[in-house]
């Protein structure tokens, strides 16, 4: 089954769905059938991809944590003071 994208023509959501030939797609939101199929994106998966993605996790991850003990410490300084 194929996945498409569709925006709904009544309330405006953008979504995914699959879709075979002989189904009718509805809105997940208001139920609605008037929809407008917008052009899918493809994507590509490769190992060298994944694991660029992991690398970047990684790190923003590491960045946020250093953020969030750097505002603690801030914390307890003035607290102490």
Known sequence: ???????????GRRFEAFVRASDIPRCP???GVKLEQLPSMFSI???????ARVRTAKKE???????????????ETKHHD
């Open 1 to 11: 089954m194929p996945l498409f994208d569709f925006r709904c023509r009544s309330c």
């Open 29 to 31: 939101s208001c139920k």
């Open 45 to 51: 998966s490769s190992l060298e991809i994944t694991k």
């Open 61 to 75: 991850r590491r960045r946020s944590r250093a953020y969030r003990d750097k505002i603690m410490a801030e914390r």
